[in-house]
């Protein structure tokens, strides 16, 4: 194998590749007439089959203008043009021709038509941002003379600058150059290597700009700054081409499982998720922001020598004869799960019987029933705290005990027969059981080393934990819209509420990428107590107050804990105590090869004064419903206000969380607001009193949001004061009554959300740089949002058509993740993510509430 081949088996495993390339002389031979240089047969369909392998990116960056470029590549759907060394950009608003050339491009263009007439077989071409002197089909012996008589008239020209290239020299006004593009690039995908071809002086800029594990190959001669040189536009096509079929064997053999694909298990207190195939590839125990003993989820551990992968954690039970099919469902309106294989079905829950879910001690079990006739193939390969810590299993008559940690953790397995294998520092135990008359329960104990059969059956527990489900759920007051999912929704989210203290989970997961294959990978097993707030209210909204009850307990406390409202942290445990540092488990692949893999979260550190909105609304949703708030409830009211008036006037770093300066967030403005807005009515529900001085402060946030938040230019809301691009949140401008429906200035920010953040099944939250790498999907939650907005200004046929593409995001057991890639509609981000969830339960309530509602109003019309 060549040096060159190693370097392309090495770059064809990157977890987000970008191949950038020159189109002279790498895509298309190079030829007299500059108009005349059409690609190389298969060369495009090439490119094209290339950007389709999942997390791979392709870019051609070039001299020549970008209509030239479109032209002779057509249109190749994601294929990144840069044009002109950088100063066009397809899909990025920096298309756009200059209306008029600039006088000293007017200037440069005739010097240099006078020069070719001197030089037979120059040319002339004028581009949008400069010009370029071409003189390969000049007499050899006075090529040199003609591109010094070009340089000599462009000296006299102010402000031109000179960008020399083969046989060719351009004059321009623009310092952008290939370098600095394959920065952009590199940012703007997130790519983790880089494959760059080129031939030319100009693509020694981009050359410079790679770095390990970046490769840089010259064509037709070498260049400064690449590693390797091959010979023309066909040895180009012949790399590309093994490239590619590297990259398809890299995708097709690391394809992960879609992430809405998998199933959730809780007893609130810990999680679960199951994969279509019936293996738990994800808990966390005794909490749901306990550290993960199964985490093959994230994708194998990661070694320090090469060899075969190192599971980072499962227990599956499988049929024994390979390839066999299986199917997967909940069991009526629960949380079991029950995956059924040709011979025997396995019936998986997390044991809620007993009242478990509110105990605080550290006790959880995981039941795996098998059940049916055949033989089925057991593999445990528990991997304690993410597979950080040596894990050792020990066979015992009736199952197994897990060593490596203080607390006690085995498995109850009477009858199994375990073979104990080492897989690094970790065991692995496999087993074939052989099913007949009776089932073979698999039993994992978290927090008891007792390997004694329990004192209640498996059945009775069974049944227990499904009615604690099912009855609550059956006690919803549900839509008919989507009931089943909405249904399903609920379901979601109570499972992630850690039923001890009350506190509601973001998702089950932390690490589940942003965009496969790039760095936004968030660790969301915690409590924000926006999220919370706004999924109680959902839960409210189908009739269970409870939850929004032990929410605001658990606020509560916590406020009482700090001593100082405008301190409240984004972010806590579910236990209320802070989060810990951000940490990357850096012995972890990623889910899609998508790392760092995260624990803990930064974010607790910002400051997001959007917070104490939903605290207060919450309060006031549930005094309008009749539920019993309480002067505790009016106490933390009066925090949250409070918290307001101290801080609303500060910059945060507003409810997505970016990181970097602080701004003037318009939904953070406006959640302030809210926070006001609803406490001055809960004063006069509850109290009877009218409060001057809170009315006064409403006012003044209202004023400086409508002064410094509207963009007239624009006709909306903007992210920020100072960021004037298109925001999702913005939405809540109306949704939460700051503006009434009918308002022009509301009615052009949907407009506008709709034109630039609406893309296929998704909603972007914002499309400006937010100073991370690579990409992000669609918001479920801004899809929903948009669902209520469109409601709001009586558009129900366009609001019913999302409504569609929002229940067509479920998985196969009805759960969401927090967010949709445009291209292929799979799911990505963590799961199953509160924030989806409440959107469909939200969005089908205001659907249904609507329809009713122009139902009796014809009717009464009709009367």
Known sequence: MSALDAQLERLSKAPRLLIGLD?????????????????????????????????????????????????????????ELVGSHGAEWSGRGIDEEPAARSEPLVAMGECLRAVAAEFPGSLVEEKPHGVA??????????????????????????????????????????????????????????????????????????????????VGVSVSGAREGAAFDIADVHAVLSLLTRLLDLRRAWAESTRPVPIESHSLLSD??????????????????????????????????????????????EFSVSAAEPGAACQQSYLGDSLLLQTRWPTFTVTDYLDCSGGRPFQRAGRSELIRVVEGLGTARVVFAPRLDFGRTATTLVVKPDGLVVEGQADPIVLFAPGVKWTIRADGPHHTATAEVGLAD??????????????????????????????????????????????????RSALAIKGKVYGPTGAIAAAATTGLPEWPGGVRNWDYRYCWPRDSCLAAEALARLGDTRQAMHILDWLLAIVDQT???????????????????????????????????????AATQQVQLDVFGPIVDLVWKLAEIGAPVSPDHWRLVEAMVLAVQRRWHEPDNGIWEIRGTRHHYVHSKVMCWVAVDRAIRLADVLLG??????????????????????????????????????DAACLQVGLSGFLPAGDDRFVSTVEGIMDHLLEGPAVYRYRCDDGLPGREGGFLICLGWLIEALVLLGRREQALRLFETLTGLAGPTGLFAEQVDPDTGLGLGNFPQAYSHLALINAAVTLESAMASSVGTIGRASA
């Open 133 to 214: 002197f071409h003189f390969r089909q000049v007499d050899p012996q006075k090529a040199e003379l003609a591109e010094a008589r070009a340089r000599q008239v462009a000296a006299a020209v102010p402000g031109i600058i000179v960008r020399p290239g083969r046989m060719v020299v351009e004059f321009t006004l623009t310092t952008a150059n290939k370098g600095d593009v394959v920065k952009r690039l590199r940012h703007h995908t997130g790519a983790a290597a880089i494959l760059y071809l080129g031939d030319d002086v100009t693509d020694e800029d981009a050359f410079r700009a790679l770095s390990d594990p970046d």
């Open 438 to 487: 009776r089932p073979v329960v698999l039993e994992l104990r978290f927090g008891s080393g007792s390997l004694r059969p329990a004192v209640v059956s498996e059945a009775h527990r069974r049944q227990q934990t499904e009615r604690y489900w099912s009855a609550w759920a059956q006690s919803l007051r549900l839509p008919q819209l989507a009931q089943d999912l909405v249904r």
């Open 23 to 79: 189109y002279d002389g790498v895509i298309a031979p190079l030829v007299g007439d500059p108009a005349t240089a059409m690609p190389l047969p298969g060369m495009v369909e090439c490119l094209a089959s290339l950007v389709r392998v999942r997390q791979t990116d392709v870019a051609v960056v070039s001299g020549r203008p970008l209509r030239t470029l479109r032209g002779f590549l057509g249109q190749v759907p994601d294929i």
């Open 563 to 601: 001593g100082s409202p405008e301190r409240l942290r984004p972010i806590y445990t579910v236990l209320g105590q802070e989060v810990g540092a951000e940490a990357n488990l850096t012995d972890l692949a990623g889910y899609a090869s998508s790392r760092p893999v995260r624990v803990g979260n």
């Open 268 to 313: 609130q207190r810990a999680v679960a998720l199951v994969d279509p195939r019936g293996s738990v590839v994800w808990l966390c125990g005794p909490r749901i922001d306990s550290p993960a003993i199964f985490a093959s989820l994230l994708g194998p551990r990661v070694l320090e020598t090469p060899g075969e992968p190192q599971s980072a954690g």
């Open 689 to 726: 009193q009218s409060r001057e001085d809170w009315e006064k402060l409403r006012e003044a946030i209202r004023h400086d949001v409508l002064t410094h938040g509207w963009d007239p230019s624009r006709r909306a809301f903007t992210l920020a004061y100072d960021l004037r691009e298109q």
